[in-house]
C-alpha cells in the first residue's frame, strides 16, 4: 500500500544545488488534466479487479490483479507510465485442503523501493521479490489465516494484519517477523463499545506503527513509537475507515457517516499534525454518489487525492483547505475506484473494479515552465530539491521521444531512461543519488548537436 510520497527521498539527500539555469517558484497545480486508460489486463476474458497499485516514481509503478477463483492473482510492472507492461509475477500454484483446490490468493500489494516488491496472501504467507520479480522467495508465518491491508515503509520495515486484532510486523523485509494482538488494548480503551476490528495499518516511519480499527459506533487510532514494543490507543477520526501519512506526524483519513436515509453515507476527510493522537475534520458534505470516501493518497504536503465508489474523485492542492471534483472520464472507464496512488503531483493512477488502471496527468500553466519552454535551453528546478529534480525542455524537444543520461564527472553512466513523447517538463527521482556533482544530458532525433543539451547539477547532503 502506498505511503510512498512520505518515504520518496527521505534519508537519501538533505539539499540538491543545480548549476543549470535557475527558474523562479514551485508550479501550482490545480484539478485540471487528461485521463488515460492503461489497460494493465494480460487477457481480455479474464474477470479482472486491482487489489493493489503502488508506484515509486511518476512513471514506476506496480499493479497487482485478481484474474478470479480459477485464474489466481497477477503482478504487473510499468517503469514508463503505464505506455508498456511487464509480468512481474503470475500465479498458478494451488492448495489442497480435503478434496478442495484453489490458488494462494494474493490480497495486497507493496511496492516500497527499485526491484522490492511484496505481497500479502492467504494463510499467513508473504512473498517477496528483490529483483523487480524474475525471482520469488516465501516467508510462511505461524499463522493460518490471511493477511490484509499491507504497508512497507521501505524495503525493511513494514507490517500487516490479520482480520480481527492482530498485527505483524518485519524490520528485515520479511526474512523474520513479530506480532501484537491489540484486542485487550482496544477493550481496555472502550470496554461498553461493540468490538473493534483492524480496518488500515500504515509504518510511518522505521519506529512508528498506526493502526485504524473500526467498530459499528466507533473509531480507534492504536499507535506504537518505538517499533512494537509498547503501544497507545487514541480516540479516531469518527467514519473514517483508510488513511495515508505524508509524515510520522502528518496524516489523512477518509470514509463516510451515515446519513440515516438507507445506505447513504456523507464524505468525510480527516486531518492529523500529532501523529494520529488528534483529529480534525476538514470536510464533511453529501454529494452525490452518497457512498463515502474509500482511499486517500499525498503526493506531498499540498498535493491529495481521495477516492470512492462511482467515479468519485476528489482533489487538494491546498495542504487539504479545499477539495474538488475533477472532471472524470466515463462511466464505462471509471467505475467502482479500488486503489489510488499519488507519486507526484503531476500524475496519479487509480485501480478500477474491473481490472483497469487509469492515469491522470496534470495540466500546468506557471510561469516558470511557459518560459522555460519557450527558452532553447535545457532547465532544471527547484532549487534546492528534496526528493525528485524537474527537468524542462526547450519547445523544440517537447512532444519528440528522446533519452535523457546522468553521468558523474568520471563519466559513468549513473541512469539512463528512453523519455516517450516528452512532455514539455518531466521528473526524475534522486533518491539514491550519491553526494557529488552530475551532468545531465538529454537529446532528441538522434544525437547531434543541435538536438541535444547539458546541464550539471550537485547533491550535497
Same mark, same amino acid.
Not at 490468493?105 to 505481497?119: N, R, S
Not at 490479520?162 to 506480532?179: C, E, F, N, P, Q
Not at 495515508?244 to 499534525?273: K, M, N, P, Y
Not at 474523485?313 to 472507464?333: C, H
Given at each position: 500500500?502506498?505511503?510512498?510520497?512520505?518515504?520518496?527521498?527521505?534519508?537519501?539527500?538533505?539539499?540538491?544545488?543545480?548549476?543549470?539555469?535557475?527558474?523562479?517558484?514551485?508550479?501550482?497545480?490545480?484539478?485540471?488534466?487528461?485521463?488515460?486508460?492503461?489497460?494493465?489486463?494480460?487477457?481480455?476474458?479474464?474477470?479482472?479487479?486491482?487489489?493493489?497499485?503502488?508506484?515509486?516514481?511518476?512513471?514506476?509503478?506496480?499493479?497487482?490483479?485478481?484474474?478470479?477463483?480459477?485464474?489466481?492473482?497477477?503482478?504487473?510492472?510499468?517503469?514508463?507510465?503505464?505506455?508498456?507492461?511487464?509480468?512481474?509475477?503470475?500465479?498458478?500454484?494451488?492448495?489442497?485442503? =480435503?478434496?478442495?483446490?484453489?490458488?494462494?490468493?494474493? #490480497?495486497?500489494?507493496?511496492?516500497?523501493?527499485?526491484?522490492?516488491?511484496?505481497?500479502?496472501?492467504?494463510?499467513?504467507?508473504?512473498?517477496?521479490?528483490?529483483?523487480?520479480?524474475?525471482?520469488?522467495?516465501?516467508?510462511?508465518?505461524?499463522?493460518?489465516?490471511?493477511?490484509?491491508?499491507?504497508?512497507?515503509?521501505?524495503?525493511?520495515?513494514?507490517?500487516?494484519?490479520?482480520?480481527?486484532?492482530?498485527?505483524?510486523?518485519?524490520?528485515?523485509?520479511?526474512?523474520?517477523?513479530?506480532?501484537?494482538?491489540?484486542?485487550?488494548?482496544?477493550?481496555?480503551?472502550?470496554?461498553?463499545?461493540?468490538?473493534?476490528?483492524?480496518?488500515?495499518?500504515?509504518?510511518?516511519?522505521?519506529?512508528?506503527?498506526?493502526?485504524?480499527?473500526?467498530?459499528?459506533?466507533?473509531?480507534?487510532?492504536?499507535?506504537?513509537?518505538?517499533?512494537?514494543?509498547? #503501544?497507545?490507543?487514541?480516540?479516531?477520526?469518527?467514519?473514517?475507515?483508510?488513511?495515508?501519512?505524508?509524515?510520522?506526524?502528518?496524516? #489523512?483519513?477518509? =470514509?463516510?457517516?451515515?446519513?440515516?436515509?438507507?445506505?447513504?453515507?456523507?464524505?468525510?476527510?480527516?486531518?492529523?499534525?500529532?501523529?494520529?493522537?488528534?483529529?480534525?475534520?476538514?470536510?464533511?458534505?453529501?454529494?452525490?454518489?452518497?457512498?463515502?470516501?474509500?482511499?486517500?493518497?499525498?503526493?506531498?504536503?499540498?498535493? =491529495?487525492?481521495?477516492?470512492?465508489?462511482?467515479?468519485?474523485?476528489?482533489?487538494?492542492?491546498?495542504?487539504?483547505?479545499?477539495?474538488?471534483?475533477?472532471?472524470?472520464?466515463?462511466?464505462?472507464?471509471?467505475?467502482?475506484?479500488?486503489?489510488?496512488?499519488?507519486?507526484?503531483?503531476?500524475?496519479?493512477?487509480? =485501480?478500477?473494479?474491473?481490472?483497469?488502471?487509469?492515469?491522470?496527468?496534470?495540466?500546468?500553466?506557471?510561469?516558470?515552465?511557459?518560459?522555460?519552454?519557450?527558452?532553447?535551453?535545457?532547465?532544471?528546478?527547484?532549487?534546492?530539491?528534496?526528493?525528485?529534480?524537474?527537468?524542462?525542455?526547450?519547445?523544440?524537444?517537447?512532444?519528440?521521444?528522446?533519452?535523457?543520461?546522468?553521468?558523474?564527472?568520471?563519466?559513468?553512466?549513473?541512469?539512463?531512461?528512453?523519455?516517450?513523447?516528452?512532455?514539455?517538463?518531466?521528473?526524475?527521482?534522486?533518491?539514491?543519488?550519491?553526494?557529488?556533482?552530475?551532468?545531465?544530458?538529454?537529446?532528441?532525433?538522434?544525437?547531434?548537436?543541435?538536438?541535444?543539451?547539458?546541464?550539471?547539477?550537485?547533491?550535497?547532503?
Amino acid at each position: 500500500m502506498n505511503s510512498q510520497s512520505q518515504r520518496i527521498g527521505q534519508g537519501y539527500m538533505s539539499a540538491l544545488i543545480l548549476f543549470c539555469a535557475i527558474v523562479g517558484s514551485a508550479p501550482v497545480f490545480g484539478q485540471a488534466g487528461t485521463w488515460t486508460l492503461i489497460d494493465a489486463r494480460q487477457h481480455p476474458r479474464f474477470s479482472t479487479v486491482i487489489f493493489g497499485i503502488d508506484c515509486i516514481a511518476p512513471d514506476d509503478c506496480a499493479v497487482m490483479i485478481n484474474l478470479g477463483a480459477e485464474f489466481g492473482e497477477m503482478v504487473r510492472r510499468t517503469d514508463d507510465a503505464g505506455r508498456g507492461w511487464r509480468n512481474a509475477f503470475f500465479d498458478t500454484t494451488v492448495t489442497g485442503v =480435503g478434496r478442495t483446490f484453489r490458488h494462494l490468493t494474493h #490480497w495486497d500489494l507493496a511496492y516500497p523501493a527499485a526491484k522490492h516488491i511484496f505481497l500479502a496472501c492467504d494463510s499467513g504467507v508473504v512473498r517477496r521479490s528483490s529483483d523487480d520479480g524474475r525471482s520469488w522467495q516465501e516467508t510462511q508465518t505461524e499463522y493460518i489465516n490471511r493477511f490484509h491491508n499491507f504497508d512497507m515503509y521501505d524495503a525493511n520495515f513494514g507490517l500487516a494484519y490479520i482480520k480481527g486484532t492482530r498485527i505483524v510486523h518485519t524490520t528485515d523485509g520479511w526474512l523474520s517477523w513479530r506480532s501484537r494482538d491489540l484486542e485487550s488494548i482496544l477493550s481496555n480503551y472502550d470496554p461498553d463499545v461493540p468490538p473493534y476490528g483492524i480496518n488500515d495499518i500504515k509504518q510511518i516511519s522505521p519506529d512508528s506503527m498506526i493502526a485504524l480499527c473500526v467498530s459499528k459506533t466507533s473509531r480507534l487510532i492504536v499507535r506504537s513509537t518505538d517499533g512494537g514494543e509498547s #503501544w497507545e490507543a487514541f480516540k479516531g477520526p469518527p467514519g473514517c475507515r483508510y488513511m495515508h501519512f505524508v509524515t510520522a506526524q502528518e496524516g #489523512w483519513a477518509v =470514509g463516510g457517516v451515515s446519513t440515516g436515509l438507507g445506505h447513504r453515507l456523507r464524505d468525510q476527510i480527516c486531518h492529523t499534525t500529532d501523529g494520529g493522537v488528534t483529529w480534525e475534520m476538514v470536510y464533511d458534505e453529501e454529494v452525490e454518489p452518497a457512498f463515502g470516501l474509500w482511499r486517500v493518497d499525498f503526493a506531498d504536503r499540498l498535493h =491529495g487525492i481521495a477516492v470512492g465508489n462511482l467515479r468519485k474523485i476528489y482533489f487538494t492542492s491546498d495542504g487539504g483547505r479545499t477539495w474538488r471534483q475533477p472532471a472524470v472520464p466515463p462511466t464505462e472507464v471509471l467505475h467502482n475506484i479500488l486503489r489510488v496512488s499519488y507519486p507526484t503531483p503531476r500524475r496519479a493512477y487509480i =485501480g478500477n473494479s474491473n481490472g483497469d488502471v487509469i492515469r491522470w496527468d496534470a495540466q500546468t500553466t506557471t510561469v516558470t515552465e511557459r518560459a522555460a519552454a519557450a527558452t532553447t535551453g535545457l532547465r532544471c528546478y527547484p532549487q534546492p530539491a528534496e526528493d525528485e529534480l524537474r527537468i524542462a525542455l526547450p519547445a523544440a524537444a517537447a512532444g519528440k521521444d528522446g533519452v535523457l543520461v546522468i553521468r558523474d564527472l568520471l563519466g559513468r553512466r549513473i541512469l539512463s531512461r528512453t523519455v516517450a513523447s516528452a512532455l514539455p517538463a518531466f521528473d526524475i527521482s534522486t533518491r539514491g543519488l550519491a553526494a557529488g556533482q552530475y551532468l545531465l544530458h538529454y537529446s532528441y532525433d538522434g544525437d547531434a548537436g543541435a538536438n541535444s543539451y547539458s546541464a550539471s547539477y550537485v547533491i550535497s547532503k
